[in-house]
C-alpha cells in the first residue's frame, strides 16, 4: 500500500519514473476516466468553468478557503478587484501580495468572472454554512488539474490512515510523469494535503490523518453539478469521484440528492432500474445561471 512506503523510497520511485520519459509539452494524455466521462466535449466543460490539463494554484498556494470566506462574506465575490487591491480586504503585507492572492482566486473559484460553476458556487454559498469547504473544495478541484491529479492517495485512503505528502506527489508523478521537479513536486503535495484538511477531510498538522467531511444536500448538489458537466448521470454519477468527495455510502449520496430536490437543486426520477439525476436544469433555474444549460 502506498500509505506504508519510506519517503525516501517514494522521492526515488518519482525520481525512477522521470528517465526516459516524453517531455510535457510533447505530451497530450487523455482525460482521466475517474473524472470525466468518456467522449464527453472538452469544450462544453471548460465553457463552463472546468479547466481540464495543465498546471494550477496548488503549484504555490493552498485552496485559500479562508481567503475566499472573507471575500465571499464581504460580498465582493462578483466584483472583487478593488476591495482586495485597494482596500486591502485580505491583508496582505504588500500590493504584490494582493495582486498574487486575487490571481490564484481567480484560478481556483473565478471570482469576478461569469464562467457557470463559479456563478453557481457564489449563489450557494450563503445557503448552506455547512457545505462551504466542501463546494470550495469541489470547485478547486475542477479548476486545478494538479490538485486533482492528486487526490487518489487521500479519496481512496480508509478512516484513520495516515496520508502523507511523498504518496501524493507520487499520484501526480504517475499521472504526469516528469512533468515537474521534485522540489516543485513536494511543494504541490504539501499544499494540497493543506488544502486536504481546509476542507475536512484530513485532520492534524505533521501527521495526517483521514477523517470525514461533512455532507450537506447543497454540497451534494454542487458536486453533481460538475459530475453532469463532466458527462456523468445516473448510477454512474452517484459512484464518481466528484460524489466521491462526500464520502458517503452510494444510497446515503442518493439520500443528499433527494434532500437537494426540495431546496430546487435536483431532480431525482426513477423507474425500476432506471435512476434519472436531474442538476443542471433545476440549478440553472434556482440559482438564475441559466449557461448551466445555454452555455
Request: aromatic share 4%; hydrophobic share 45%; with cysteine.
Amino acid at each position: 500500500m502506498p500509505g506504508n512506503q519510506t519517503t525516501e523510497g517514494l522521492l526515488v520511485a518519482m525520481a525512477e519514473s522521470r528517465k526516459g520519459r516524453v517531455p510535457a509539452a510533447e505530451a497530450c494524455p487523455p482525460l482521466p476516466q475517474d473524472w470525466f466521462s468518456a467522449g464527453i466535449d472538452p469544450s462544453a466543460m471548460q465553457a463552463a468553468g472546468l479547466k481540464l490539463q495543465g498546471g494550477g494554484a496548488h503549484q504555490s498556494k493552498t485552496m485559500m478557503l479562508g481567503e475566499v470566506s472573507t471575500i465571499f462574506a464581504s460580498g465582493h465575490g462578483d466584483d472583487p478587484a478593488t476591495a482586495v487591491l485597494a482596500d486591502n480586504l485580505l491583508a496582505k503585507p504588500s500590493m504584490r501580495a494582493r495582486e498574487a492572492a486575487l490571481y490564484r482566486l481567480r484560478q481556483l473559484y473565478g471570482v469576478g468572472q461569469t464562467d457557470p460553476i463559479c456563478l453557481a458556487l457564489r449563489r450557494l454559498w450563503p445557503r448552506d454554512a455547512d457545505a462551504r469547504a466542501t463546494l470550495a473544495l469541489s470547485c478547486a478541484l475542477a479548476r486545478d488539474p494538479s490538485f486533482r491529479d492528486g487526490a487518489a492517495p487521500v479519496l481512496d485512503a480508509l478512516l484513520g490512515d495516515q496520508v502523507r505528502w511523498p504518496v501524493i506527489a507520487a499520484a501526480f508523478e504517475a499521472r504526469n510523469p516528469g512533468r515537474i521537479g521534485e522540489r516543485m513536486a513536494k511543494s504541490l503535495a504539501q499544499n494540497a494535503a493543506s488544502s486536504w484538511t481546509q476542507a475536512g477531510l484530513l485532520k492534524g498538522a505533521l501527521r495526517k490523518e483521514r477523517v470525514r467531511p461533512k455532507a450537506t444536500p447543497v454540497a451534494a448538489a454542487y458536486a453533481a453539478l460538475i459530475a453532469s458537466l463532466c458527462g456523468f448521470g445516473g448510477v454512474r454519477l452517484l459512484s464518481c469521484r466528484w460524489l466521491d468527495l462526500l464520502d458517503r455510502p452510494i444510497e446515503e449520496r442518493l439520500g443528499l440528492l433527494r434532500q437537494a430536490e426540495g431546496l430546487g437543486l435536483a431532480r431525482i426520477r426513477s423507474a425500476g432500474d432506471v435512476l434519472e439525476i436531474e442538476i443542471r436544469r433545476p440549478m440553472a433555474d434556482t440559482l438564475g445561471v441559466p449557461a448551466l444549460v445555454h452555455g
